[in-house]
């Protein structure tokens, strides 16, 4: 079996510590059985080791994700990138074709597809590992895991079943799918057994590499890759599970939970509070989680989430936090906080003059041992100020070692990179006509195959 993880949405829901690069899965708001912040992503990450799942997962995500995904989860984890977000059937797609035409996998392989970032205890993983029995013993095109409803929520999709399955009872035939009901919807659909659609579903490779043909898209993954940006933008859920009629579902009564709001996330919160800050005794179920220097102080609120980042300030009743996404929707902004996969940087000010030019300031972080590709920019030029650690740099192909208190310019179109000695800080301050990712040629990613002249 290989196991698909899909990273992907806007980060609006938890905003602002969420943004278009760092989504919800990689805040590190919950706590590790060593007793260290881990992200979601990096506690589903541990979750599948100890099951022994590994050294058959893929991560398919967005290009603006991976360096993050590789942040958090190191450079041995094999990610399939998006060119673009184009929802979950196109991601899925993707990955069948890589697997099919350059990874080399037999098509009698089956692929079990899940998010990247549910709130499971070890049973979830078990489960999963039933599902290519599942396939088999039923010859089923597709095999979903369902949630047993603990409550009749309105915010789940459900899958209602229509009888247990010949081969096994505790398998059901899958009848149809109701898409977040009202509650008086959602009891009757609990009444007839229905399950939580917790996204996780399983399918052998000619399953799929069939449905590509009969939709006449390409099973070649460089061929998928020109094509992708073309490709429908709607979920596997509408465009492949729904309209297929040979469905199981195996029944999970285990735990299983959605962090996707601030009310949910809060609940799994060790503490009550993260980073600088007061709240005083008499505030009771509240929350703060605080990623700036300046302090922050809540009193006497009950009920309440006050999340602080680069990206901006949330005040919210906790039954009322949901509503962020759609009071967010219209809002765009670059993230002011992003991590990489060689360390991280802060937006510290951005303006934009009457005249056109731009100027931002940020706070870089580079980890011992990590470098920035080696890259020019056309639209602007940039001056690094050293404020702490050592580091080697290059210049259009010459090598310099600089320090604490040093000053680097670099003016538009001269090649640059840097390789942390020690963990160090530097602030960088870009000026130019446009300050955009787009203006970034790189032109290696590794240190040891940037062209270097003798140091100086």
Known sequence: MKLVLLSGGSGKRLWPLSNDSRSKQFLKILESP????????????????????????????????????????????????????????????????????MGNVPLNTVITVMPVDPYVDEAFFEAIKQLEQVLQQTDANLALIGVVPSVPSEKYGYIVPSEPHAADPNILQVSHFREKPDRAQAEALIQRHALWNCGVFGFRLDYLINVLIEKGLPIQYEEMLKQYKDLPKISFDYEVVEKEDNVVVLPYSGFWKDLGTWNTLTEEMSCSQIGTGIITEDSVNTHLINELDIPVTVIGMHDVVVAASPDGILVTSKVESPRIKEVMNHIEQRPMYEERRWGRYRVVDYIKYKEGNEVLTKRIMVCAGKNISYQLHYKRSEVWTIISGIANIVINDKPFQVKAGDVVRIPEGTKHSILAITDMELIEVQTGSELVEEDIVRICMEWKDIPLHQFI
Do not use: C, K
């Open 34 to 101: 060593n007793h260290e912040m881990e992200s979601m992503v990096q506690r589903v990450w541990r979750q599948l080791n100890n099951a022994g799942l590994t050294d058959s997962a893929y991560v398919a995500t967005n290009r603006s994700q991976m360096d993050m995904m590789t942040s958090q989860l190191g450079n041995e984890v094999p990610i399939i990138i998006e060119p673009e977000r184009r929802d979950t059937f196109a991601a899925i797609a993707l990955t069948a074709t890589y697997m099919y035409s």
